[in-house]
């Protein structure tokens, strides 16, 4: 895998605000992505009392959704728990799996922010520069932005605003649960990044892209090493 951009890992959180601040006018917020046949959920979970990460790429056939490939990675945690900067905890152990796929995907479903983020560069953003791979911040919380109600049919969803500009959408996936918080990361529209989302959902609210790359990197699927 060759990156598009590099940048030093070992950083402090004023150099890691001055890189997001760098790397997000790399974003591109158009649609560029071309066929879609392998959709990839991202995901990082915290191993030893949250000294080592453990990252994984779980990679499913689009539309099908049948799991093709993964690759789990772990490396020793090296830069502390900030809010708006996790993507410096966990990009790198996710490059690291990546490199273990025999085939990259053509869309990435990462567990986390898009430009629902203070700087506009979540963990999607910063997936997607950093690889060329269009993503999509798909994230079971609210960090940033304000919303309306959400209606509670399956699919139905409202705008996400931050300073009258709209980061993302807030959507049902499912009757009766939470909302997720959905927002573009690289290489597509808000629309698009709704219809994949929507698209690799099954009867559960967690997209399958990303119920197996929780599985995998919490260690409770038994595929898992």
């Known amino acids: 895998m060759r990156l598009q951009h590099t940048h030093p890992w070992d950083v402090t959180p004023r150099e890691a605000i001055a890189i997001q601040q760098r790397l997000r006018q790399q974003v591109c917020l158009e649609d560029c992505q071309g066929e879609v ?100 911040g798909v994230a079971k919380t609210r960090l940033i932005g304000r919303h309306e109600e959400v209606p509670e049919e399956r699919g139905d969803w409202v705008s996400l605003h931050d300073k009258d500009e709209i980061v993302g959408a807030v959507l049902r996936t499912r009757c009766g649960v939470k909302p997720l918080y959905i927002s573009p990361g690289h290489c597509v529209t808000l629309d698009t990044a709704l219809h994949y989302v929507m698209a690799c959902l099954t009867r559960f609210r967690l997209p399958e892209t990303t119920r197996w790359a929780h599985r995998l990197a919490s260690g409770t699927s038994p595929i898992s090493p």
């Open 37 to 136: 046949c392998r959709v990839a959920g991202v995901d990082v979970g915290f191993e030893q009392r949250n000294t080592t990460a453990r990252a994984a790429v779980a990679v499913l056939s689009f539309p099908g959704l049948e799991l093709l490939e993964y690759a789990i990675a772990r490396q020793p945690v090296r830069f502390p728990y900030v809010p708006g900067l996790l993507s410096f905890r966990e990009v790198p152990v996710v490059l690291e799996a990546m490199e273990k796929l025999e085939q990259l995907p053509d869309l990435l479903l990462c567990d986390g922010q898009g430009i629902a983020h203070p700087r506009r560069f979540g963990i999607a953003c910063h997936l997607g520069v950093l690889t060329g791979i269009p993503s999509i």
